[in-house]
């Protein structure tokens, strides 16, 4: 459950994603996540996401979109944004069910314009706080793992979580489920392009 802090705010923008499955609604988070708001924000005002497709899609963990066209083609991005995800865990918000995060590599400052959907709680891509140490214990996609500090920092480092669906969940369940394959080297591709029409901020 979110924090106070971002639950009652009133003012928070809206980014509606068209897709030919149907319509989701975005609320985004600016103070649990100012940087990769901003940045969401700018790849929509500037039509990056008009024509994307979900590329990767799986089943109970998530729905990943915002850097292919539908022919597999990966658009062009600005440079990276931080990541925030530990601003974002203080202020209460997680990788929860409909919450929507940040894509990104093995580097934690990688993101750029790929996002993705969380179709169930995932505590394992939230940021972890570690212990004290120069080598320590944490816990890794449910495996218990002991690294130097400098490793651990970035295996924990978590996907930065910067939104909610709040409205068109429904649009999401259907595209989770949707049949997948491999397409181009990569894996979970839907056999039949799921494409965002248009992506419009509404407030």
């Known amino acids: 459950m979110m924090a106070a802090a971002v639950a009652s705010a009133q003012d928070h923008p809206k980014v509606s994603l068209k897709t030919n499955m149907g319509e989701i609604v975005i609320e985004l988070y600016p103070e649990a996540a100012p940087k990769t708001v901003e940045n969401f924000i700018k790849y929509v005002k500037n039509g990056h996401y008009k024509g994307t497709v979900f590329h990767r899609v799986i089943n109970n963990f998530m729905i990943q979109a915002g850097g292919y066209d539908k022919d597999l083609k990966e658009k062009p991005t600005n440079k990276t944004v931080a990541n925030e995800a ?21 580097d ?10 969380n179709t169930r709680n995932n505590d394992a891509l939230n940021h972890q706080i ?9 816990q890794f ?6 690294e130097p500090r400098a490793k651990a920092l970035r295996m924990t480092a978590g996907y930065t979580p910067f939104g909610k669906v709040i409205q068109g969940m429904e649009v999401v369940e259907k595209i989770q489920v949707v049949e997948t394959g491999e397409a181009k080297m990569m894996q979970d591709v839907p056999n039949k392009p799921v494409i965002i029409q248009a992506a419009t901020l509404l407030k």
Request: glycine share 8%; no cysteine; hydrophobic share 40%.
């Open 86 to 106: 530990r601003l974002a865990l203080d202020h209460g918000l997680k990788n929860d069910l409909g919450t929507v995060a940040m894509a990104r590599t093995e």
């Open 108 to 117: 934690p400052n990688s993101a750029t314009s790929q996002f993705f959907i």
């Open 130 to 138: 570690l212990p004290e140490g120069s080598t320590v214990e944490f």
């Open 141 to 146: 996609f449910g495996q218990s793992m002991k």
